[in-house]
């Protein structure tokens, strides 16, 4: 276990590349700080859900959106572009590849169980998890247009017609939080 924790350690100085590759600053956001940020909105979003009677396991999702950019450590933050280059079905092998060699030590196969699930989108958790994956995003995106950052207008059209398919109250909720983030930019002077 010690080996593994000391990789992921990485992820906290692992630079999101879609922000370096806009200009922003080194150090704009790591991939463990977006995967914090990832699990705080599949929290929150979880919680409402299940308060609107939606029948989720939270632990599940929790778990997902701690571990869904583990891989990145061997194979970096690799921006939406590359896949222009490597091709998805590349990228996503080598993603899949990186993640059962950072777990293999931990002899649990929970986790590329939970890994894979998030990357077939087969359960309402992994999609929920992909939603606040985006969710963080655009948090993000607001938060640096706030402070001043443009030219990033690329990244929000994920905000236009976001389709989870995680059910119509799901979806209703997600797409409320999204309406919010809109709103918020267009207030920005």
């Known amino acids: 276990m010690l080996s593994t924790l ?15 590759l806009r200009g922003l ?14 699990a705080v909105a599949a929290m929150l979003l ?17 778990r997902m959106a701690l571990l869904h950019d583990w891989a990145e450590v061997r194979v970096g933050d690799m921006p939406r572009i590359a896949t222009a280059y490597f091709g998805a079905d590349a990228r996503k092998q080598a993603e899949s590849r990186a993640f059962a060699d950072v777990v293999s030590e931990l002899k649990n196969d929970l986790y590329t169980a939970l890994y894979d699930d998030y990357e077939r989108r087969d359960s309402l958790e992994a999609r929920l998890v992909k939603a606040a994956d985006v969710l963080d995003l655009l948090v993000q995106l607001l938060a640096l247009e706030r402070a001043g950052a443009r030219g990033l207008d690329e990244f929000w059209e994920v905000a236009e017609n976001p389709d989870f398919r995680l059910g119509p109250v799901a979806d209703g909720v997600v797409r409320d939080v999204f309406q919010s983030l809109l709103k918020a930019r267009s207030e920005i002077a």
């Open 46 to 62: 979880a919680d409402e859900l299940r308060a609107q009677g939606v029948t989720l396991d939270v632990e599940k999702v929790l």
């Open 6 to 20: 000391i990789e992921l350690q990485r992820l906290k100085r692992l630079d999101r590349t879609g922000w370096t």
């Open 25 to 38: 600053p080194n150090g704009t956001e790591s991939v463990a700080a977006h995967s914090f940020g990832v």
